[in-house]
């Protein structure tokens, strides 16, 4: 019979965590292959949107082989959907970054909301652009029931999350909060074209404040309606 010591080592001895295998050569060469389509394909889509995107673009740019790529990837939409889920990744953690800043009213929630797509343009621009281009957009508008979906809602779960402190009893519907993070996506993009033209930073500051006060005032009465 065991004693009750012998019984305790023994769950001692199987909880102890084993160290982790390190990948093998052939592990760390598929992962970098695997990230080289992917910075291949982020940069394409971002140049001519994914519907317009072709397989063989995406393998020229990275200068590998498509049975490669059909190695990784079943195809265009595929790798689409994991570099949205990387994109979302990446704002969400952009708005979380920028919500530890102290806010009291929803106007100074909405102004948070436009410095954190900012600050995900200019770090992660052919994501936005990824993200927030024609078909991609639809379907931020327009609920969805493919992969892409389920990042997008992660995004506007979290912009629902930071707003609610903010409306009091009042309850906001999907629809109103995608046709919000549309309108922020659409003002953000604007805003930095006048960039690519090239003006100056605080020349387009300058300009554009009386619009994006004019903004934020607007979006605060469409989510108070």
């Known amino acids: 019979?065991?004693?009750?010591?012998?019984?305790?080592?023994?769950?001692?001895?199987?909880?102890?965590?084993?160290?982790?295998?390190?990948?093998?050569?052939?592990?760390?060469?598929?992962?970098?292959?695997?990230?080289?389509?992917?910075?291949?394909?982020?940069?394409?889509?971002?140049?001519?949107?994914?519907?317009?995107?072709?397989?063989?673009?995406?393998?020229?740019?990275?200068?590998?082989?498509?049975?490669?790529?059909?190695?990784?990837?079943?195809?265009?939409?595929?790798?689409?959907?994991?570099?949205?889920?990387?994109?979302?990744?990446?704002?969400?953690?952009?708005?979380?970054?920028?919500?530890?800043?102290?806010?009291?009213?929803?106007?100074?929630?909405?102004?948070?909301?436009?410095?954190?797509?900012?600050?995900?343009?200019?770090?992660?621009?052919d994501e936005f652009i990824l993200l927030f281009q024609g078909r991609l957009l639809l379907k931020l508008e327009r609920q969805a029931t493919d992969r892409i979906e389920a990042p997008f809602s992660r995004y506007l779960e979290e912009i629902e999350r930071q707003l609610m402190p903010f409306l009091g009893e009042k309850k906001l519907d999907w629809v109103r909060i995608r046709r919000l993070a549309c309108a922020v996506a659409g003002f953000v993009f604007g805003f930095f074209s006048f960039a690519m033209i090239g003006m100056e930073p605080q020349d387009i500051a300058d300009s554009i404040k009386p619009l994006r006060q004019s903004f934020v005032k607007s979006l605060t009465m469409f989510l108070t309606q």
């Open 1 to 125: 019979m065991e004693s009750t010591g012998q019984k305790r080592i023994e769950r001692i001895d199987t909880s102890v965590n084993k160290p982790a295998i390190p990948p093998s050569r052939t592990e760390k060469r598929a992962a970098k292959t695997r990230k080289k389509l992917l910075t291949a394909a982020l940069e394409i889509f971002s140049e001519c949107g994914v519907d317009s995107a072709a397989i063989d673009m995406i393998t020229e740019r990275a200068d590998l082989g498509k049975g490669t790529f059909y190695r990784h990837f079943t195809d265009k939409y595929d790798i689409a959907g994991v570099l949205v889920e990387q994109a979302i990744d990446h704002l969400i953690e952009t708005l979380r970054e920028s919500d530890r800043q102290p806010t009291t009213t929803l106007q100074e929630v909405l102004e948070h909301f436009l410095n954190a797509h900012y600050a995900f343009f200019r770090n992660h621009q």
